[in-house]
């Protein structure tokens, strides 16, 4: 198994651009999560999507963000315009969710994408 | 809110030493609790997890204990090595509602030779 895929490992772009950063779960795994990792703030959930549809988002942290899942297999997470304050290392996590109880699915996360906007 | 609190690094250790790196949560249901790590450059890896009260999860000579009554899931190993050098995250996740881990704000672990 190829594991999570993340594209690209390495973003350097310009505030104002946009960005869009790419993901492709583990094959058979229905939930997909995007975190971004700080250090001042540490590991923040971004939003995460089950069987394609967006469950909870309330960690994106404004209009500026934006993610889609339009199939199984692939997911982008967009920041138009990107500033320097977006600035960190973003990771896609997939798992596969049985959906009971209890609820130990492990998350199988990628090896990210480090974004630098100057 | 839920929140997990681990406590705060970096940890330097010598080679062979033990290694406790403590972690506590709070949960307004009964969570699932779990330890990641993360090697320099990679992404997180699940080490070890419980389900329940008094339940131990252990791999690769680590172990965490869930201890219900003081709400803590603390890391340990009886003798670390060089390879051991990482960033390790406890997590929390609720059984009900939320698929969502928390996260604690990681502990960087440097063992020396």
């Known amino acids: 198994d190829a594991g999570v895929i993340q594209s690209p490992r390495h973003e350097v772009t310009e505030m104002g651009q946009e960005v869009t950063l790419r993901c492709k779960p583990i094959?058979?795994?229905?939930?997909l999560f995007w975190y971004r990792q700080t250090m001042m703030r540490g590991l923040e959930l971004l939003i995460y999507f089950n069987n394609n549809v967006p469950i909870d988002d309330s960690g994106m942290p404004e209009d500026r963000f934006s993610a889609k899942m339009p199939n199984a297999s692939f997911s982008t997470l967009k920041i138009q315009p990107s500033e320097p304050r977006d600035s960190a290392v973003y990771f896609c996590a997939s798992s596969y969710e049985r959906g009971g109880l209890p609820s130990t699915d492990t998350q199988y996360f990628g090896p990210g994408t480090r974004l630098t906007v100057l | 809110g839920d929140s997990v609190t681990q406590m705060e690094g970096p940890v330097t250790l010598s080679e062979e030493a033990f290694l406790t790196i403590n972690c506590t949560y709070t949960a307004t249901g009964y969570p699932s609790l779990f330890w990641y790590v993360q090697y320099p450059g990679e992404g997180l890896q699940l080490l070890l997890k419980?389900?329940?009260?008094?339940d131990k999860g252990s791999n690769k000579g680590f172990e965490a204990t869930y201890r219900k009554e003081t709400t803590s899931f603390h890391l340990e190993k009886g003798s670390v090595q060089v390879s051991d050098s990482a960033v390790y995250f406890c997590?929390?996740?609720?059984?009900?509602?939320?698929?969502?881990?928390?996260f604690g704000q990681g502990t960087r672990l440097t063992i020396n030779p």
């Open positions: 997590a929390l996740r609720i059984i009900q509602g939320a698929q969502k881990l928390v």
């Open positions: 419980a389900t329940k009260a008094d």
């Open positions: 094959s058979g795994h229905n939930s």
